[in-house]
């Protein structure tokens, strides 16, 4: 079975501090893809990026950043000097290569920034 | 904007009702997949269409269906409604059936309340 888990429910942080965000999947597929999405407080789901489960090089996208470890079965996302504006539900979700591919979704960290 | 179009937006109704979601997914997207966000379950995969043909069942109840019409639009019929449907639901399109080659492309969902 695949599992998505995301501890922390509930993150605030001061604008301008980095701060990261867990996830932690179980799958015991091979082949796999890994997502973050992001849910603003107006409630659709906006994709930041996915990954493949044989592309372990971390990725940097402006202020975004995400370390895939499969050693700990972990994808991590760093958000620096955060904004107002990165306040949202974040989710992890698992996508998998073969049979029922329909994303599995961790249950969300909410990242409150305060100004 | 993701392309992906669903209405009402908003529905409330009683206990015991019927209602329809209506999905339109991106210009030539053939798979589309729907979810339900609730407050104690989280984002569940419910079922996925493609190209008119359903393709992976979630956690859906027998109280629900749904189907994909030849103009590639979905709609997701609920009926007996409970209490406990009140949900966030969302559709998510794709171009491929398994999403593997790019993102899945969410809709700003249909939020049902019922009283």
């Known amino acids: 079975a695949q599992k998505v888990t995301q501890a922390q429910t509930e993150i605030s942080v001061v604008e301008k501090e980095d701060v990261t965000l867990d996830c932690v999947y179980e799958?015991?597929?091979?082949?796999?893809?890994l997502f973050w999405y992001k849910q603003p407080p107006s409630g659709e789901l906006v994709f930041l990026i996915r990954r493949n489960s044989f592309d372990e090089q971390n990725e940097i996208s402006g202020r975004y950043s995400w370390n895939f470890q499969k050693s700990t079965s972990s994808f991590n996302f760093t958000i620096t000097a955060s904004q107002v504006v990165d306040s949202a539900v974040y989710f992890c979700a698992l996508k998998r290569d073969t049979g029922r591919r329909a994303l599995t979704f961790g249950s969300g960290t909410r990242l409150q920034v305060q100004p | 904007d993701s392309g992906v179009t669903q209405t009402p937006k908003h529905l409330i109704t009683a206990t015991g009702q019927r209602v329809t979601l209506r999905c339109s997914p991106r210009?030539?997207?053939?798979?589309v997949y729907w979810y339900q966000q609730s407050l104690d379950q989280g984002l569940q995969f419910l079922i996925q269409y493609y190209n008119g043909e359903e393709r992976a069942k979630g956690n859906i109840l027998e109280r629900f269906s749904a189907q994909q019409f030849p103009d590639l639009h979905s709609e997701l019929n609920l009926s007996s409604l409970e209490l406990g449907d009140s949900a966030l639901y969302f559709c998510?399109?794709?171009?491929?059936?398994?999403?593997?080659?790019?993102?899945?492309?969410f809709g700003e969902g249909s939020r049902l309340t019922v009283l």
């Open positions: 210009s030539g997207d053939l798979s």
């Open positions: 998510a399109s794709s171009a491929d059936e398994f999403a593997n080659t790019g993102e899945l492309f």
């Open positions: 799958t015991r597929d091979t082949t796999y893809y």
